[in-house]
């Protein structure tokens, strides 16, 4: 089964609004970690957020927050007042359980075109 | 600067030869891994190490080899690459969870063609 799943392949957004990108994971383990990353056209990965289970608030970095909702298992990653820059695969992962070493695990991506 | 350094960044190699896909990490991280990226699958996980001497597979590993003799290295080794192993490779590094490892450092890619 799919641990992390990202519905939506592709996005568009008018540049300066605000875009949520779609998550959702499937673990039966109460301690996880939710990542988000994001990859240029050039490639890289470029690691935006983190979210641990058992924090109280949503994970907030300067333009991007993840709007947590654990009940609903969503992890959702908000980008607010969007650039042209902003225009990349965004991938959600996840760790579990947390406590261990144990590797990331990548939903298949969506791709974020902001338009001018 | 902290950073993941993973070569060659392009590779384009024959059926059969082996080669092998070099990371460096210059921060002590104990976790260390291999992703391969390919269009409409995301990335998946091929080998990983939780520290010296410890391997272990992943989700992909058949056709691959790994080593980590020292903590700072995590080579890829295919010993027989085949043309369904292009793809674009990754090496990773974080500190363990129970370090507080809430980010996983990532080196530039691979971009490896096998013809």
């Known amino acids: 089964a799919q641990k992390i799943t990202q519905t939506q392949p592709g996005m568009f957004v008018q540049e300066k609004e605000a875009v949520t990108l779609d998550c959702t994971y499937d673990?039966?383990?109460?301690?996880?970690?939710l990542f988000w990353y994001k990859q240029p056209s050039s490639g890289e990965m470029i690691f935006l957020i983190y979210q641990g289970s058992y924090d109280q608030q949503n994970a907030t970095e300067g333009r991007y927050s993840l709007n947590f909702q654990k009940a609903r298992k969503s992890a959702n990653l908000v980008i607010s007042a969007s650039q042209l820059g902003d225009s990349a695969m965004y991938f959600c992962?996840?760790?579990?359980?947390?406590?261990?070493?144990?590797?990331?695990?990548f939903g298949k991506g969506t791709r974020l075109s902001v338009i001018a | 600067e902290a950073q993941v350094t993973q070569n060659p960044r392009y590779l384009i190699t024959v059926t059969g030869k082996k080669l092998t896909v070099t990371c460096s990490q210059n921060m002590n991280h104990e976790y260390m891994s291999w992703y391969r990226q390919d269009p409409g699958l995301g990335l998946r996980q091929i080998y990983y190490?939780?520290?010296?001497?410890?391997?272990d597979k992943g989700d992909v590993p058949e056709g691959y080899k790994v080593s980590r003799k020292e903590k700072r290295n995590f080579p890829l080794i295919l010993e027989s690459p085949s043309p369904n192993q292009t793809s674009l490779y990754f090496c990773a590094s974080s500190l363990s969870p129970g370090q507080g490892g809430t980010e996983a450092f990532f080196g530039q890619g691979t971009r490896l063609t096998v013809v």
């Open positions: 992962a996840m760790r579990e359980p947390y406590s261990g070493n144990t590797p990331l695990v």
């Open positions: 190490s939780m520290n010296v001497e410890v391997t």
């Open positions: 673990t039966s383990d109460p301690s996880y970690g």
